[in-house]
């Protein structure tokens, strides 16, 4: 079995003021897909963007080990440099700064934390072309501002062209399936199957497991209530889907 | 005694003024220097005028006095130099064979509307300027031109004072560049007093006319500019102005522009870029006079430390402009604890039938957009610099040729507290 890659132990976050995780615990190892589901404000966002390192969040509690590492001593750019990507629910738009630009940039600053040269220019277009074939997305938009007038697909297809190219060891991609049809959801599939190697690991934060028919999870687990109130298999995630939240969320209730 | 009292009475002093100037100084007189009671003049470095010791202007400057550093011409132009308000180009210019001199006198009487501007409007600093430009330089361009006009200063302890009147005629297009480079920051000490710099021009485009005009304000050095510009636009001309204002010292410009010819077009990409305690304070007027007219107004600024940017835009559409179309977007950014923006923007509507759009918005850097980048592995200085550097990149887009726009990029970038990387500048 692999080392952990992520190793959450009792996790607890408030915000202002108010806790919304309550001691979460999760191991990822390398090589493995997680699902993280739950209904509507069970603090699967909020764990993502802990995770990510974003302002404004306050750990109450326990620890978070990435690669081995203590993540939450670590400045957001860190994180992201040593291999941790987020891919946002709501990716934002970036009016003047394009998207080739904040690609290499971002793939450079990578490249020198593990001690390597900048890419070459043209190097780096063939790769990115390539990685764009991938996701369906337009070269026009490699100019455009970083999302700038995109649709909600486009977004959502950038964000993991985003991760593809920056090539992270753990991806969590905060509800990327929101907002996607049939076929983008199919093309975002895809991507996050690129990904898949022995040495990465993603933790997918869903809703639905209409991703998952594309993305096959290693585990499921479901969080309620800022608790993982239940972890399973893939047959977890269809036993939502017949079932919903509601039992879990009584059986939570029970628990606490 | 006022600075308005001291500078008529050296005018006064000097031998036997005449004509504009001396109907500028009767209208000092009677209507005053603009004060910070005044609305549009609320955000102005006013106090500064009072403590200029003398207002007339440099003597000429010795022979061998050190010039700062001009920058590279710029190709396909007719480059006018102005040392402490001195035309030193020879004249006229072999290759300016569509520019005629005219008498600055008749340039001022025949133009009525910016007379007004400069008496009971915004644009009284102006009449500074016109009481102790030693070149008043009046020209009127009859067909292609393009025309660099470099202004530097020797002296921290005297006035730098330039009058210019632009006439451009039925159909001709014209680029103009104005490019107020100050002192060498090497020719004066640190304790200099600041130097006033003050100009005034007037521009007038017959029908169908075209000028691209590029004002950069980049002087470095305690300087005290005040920059006065009325434009006129007659039947579809179109007016486009790249106004920045990147220097040292305090930066206060007025702009008048009158559509008064239909379906005349004003373009206005205004940029602003202070820190330390620099202040760059910008007023707009666009009057919509005509039918069809349209105006679209973009300003960016980013005061860093403890730097005051400002900027007003008003609007007019007056009884005679329906189907005018109006586009006004100020923003600002803060980026000092000390520092301060204030924006204006104004818009008066007294006919049906317009199109009008505006808005205004000041902040700090957006914290959302901020850790995006962050998670991408950017620095956190890089990310904060791309960050700003995008915030002004729409107001960079009108400035040709592009080493001028470099040299814009350049002037901004220093007034930045980040400074943006060398990719990002063209």
Request: neutral net charge; glycine residues 8%.
């Amino acid at each position: 079995m692999n080392a952990p890659l992520l190793q959450i132990d009792d996790l607890r976050v408030s915000v202002a003021g108010t806790a919304v995780l309550h001691g979460v615990s999760l191991t990822v190892r390398a090589g493995e897909v997680h699902a993280i589901m739950g209904p509507n404000g069970s603090g699967k966002s909020t764990l993502a963007h802990v995770l990510a390192g974003r302002p404004g969040y306050t750990i109450t509690g326990g620890a978070v080990r990435f690669d081995g590492t203590d993540l939450l001593a670590m400045a957001p750019e860190e994180r992201a440099r040593a291999g941790l990507f987020l891919g946002f629910q709501y990716p934002v738009e970036i009016a003047g700064v394009n998207n080739a630009y904040l690609l290499k940039a971002a793939l450079n600053a990578r490249r020198r934390q593990r001690g390597e040269a900048e890419i070459d220019a043209f190097d780096f277009l063939n790769m990115v072309r390539a990685k764009m074939r991938v996701m369906q997305i337009d070269e026009a938009l490699l100019t455009r501002g970083v999302n700038e007038g995109f649709s909600g697909g486009e977004k959502k297809r950038n964000e993991i062209l985003q991760m593809l190219v920056l090539e992270p060891r753990l991806a969590v991609l905060d509800e990327t399936d929101s907002g996607l049809d049939i076929d983008a959801l199919k093309v975002v599939g895809r991507g996050i199957n690129t990904l898949r190697s022995p040495d990465r690991a993603v933790a997918l934060v869903t809703h639905y497991q209409r991703l998952l028919d594309h993305v096959v999870p290693d585990q499921v687990h479901v969080l309620a209530r800022g608790r993982i109130v239940r972890s399973g298999d893939r047959e977890l995630a269809l036993e939502l889907e017949r079932r919903g939240y509601d039992w879990l969320l009584e059986a939570a209730a029970a628990v606490a | 005694m006022s600075a308005l009292e001291r500078l008529l009475g050296e005018f006064e002093a000097q031998p036997a003024p005449a004509g504009a100037r001396l109907a500028a100084a009767q209208a000092l007189r009677t209507h005053g220097l603009p004060t910070r009671r005044e609305e549009n003049w609320r955000y102005a470095n006013l106090r500064a005028l009072e403590g200029v010791a003398r207002f007339l202007p440099a003597a000429p400057p010795a022979p061998g006095t050190r010039l700062p550093p001009l920058p590279e011409a710029l190709a396909g132009y007719t480059r006018l130099v102005f040392v402490d308000g001195r035309l030193t180009t020879a004249w006229p210019q072999p290759d300016a064979a569509q520019i005629t001199r005219l008498p600055m006198d008749a340039a001022v009487a025949g133009d009525a509307a910016a007379t007004m501007f400069e008496t009971t409007g915004d644009g009284r600093m102006g009449l500074i300027a016109r009481l102790f430009a030693p070149d008043p330089l009046s020209l009127r361009i009859a067909g292609p031109a393009a025309l660099e006009l470099i202004f530097v200063t020797t002296s921290g302890a005297a006035g730098s004072y330039a009058e210019i009147a632009i006439e451009i005629a039925t159909g001709a297009q014209v680029a103009l560049v104005e490019r107020h480079l100050g002192c060498a920051a090497a020719t004066l000490p640190p304790e200099a007093p600041a130097s006033l710099n003050c100009s005034n021009l007037r521009l007038r485009l017959a029908a169908d006319a075209q000028l691209r005009h590029t004002r950069l304000q980049q002087a470095a050095g305690n300087a005290l500019h005040y920059h006065t510009l009325s434009a006129s636009l007659g039947d579809r001309g179109s007016y486009s102005l790249a106004h920045i204002s990147a220097g040292d010292g305090s930066d206060r410009s007025s702009a008048q522009i009158r559509l008064q010819g239909r379906e005349a077009t004003v373009r206005i990409r205004a940029l602003a870029a202070a820190c330390d305690s620099g202040i760059a304070d910008a007023q707009f007027t666009v009057l919509h006079e005509a039918p069809g007219t349209r105006s679209d107004q973009l300003f960016r600024g980013i005061a860093s430390d403890r730097a005051h940017i400002s900027c007003s835009a008003d609007v007019q559409v007056l009884p005679g402009a329906p189907g005018s179309r109006v586009l006004q977007s100020l923003r600002g950014l803060i980026d000092g604890k000390g520092a301060e923006v204030n924006l204006r923007p104004r818009l008066t509507i007294d006919t049906d039938d317009i199109q009008a759009a505006h808005g205004a918005t000041t902040g700090r850097l957006d914290e959302d957009l901020l850790f995006y980048l962050l998670s991408r592995g950017l620095e956190p200085a890089a990310a904060r610099s791309l960050l700003k550097w995008a915030f002004l990149g729409e107001a960079f887009g009108a400035i040709e040729p592009p080493a001028l726009r470099r040299a814009a990029e350049l002037a901004a970038a220093a007034r930045l507290s980040d400074a943006p990387a060398t990719e990002l500048l063209q």
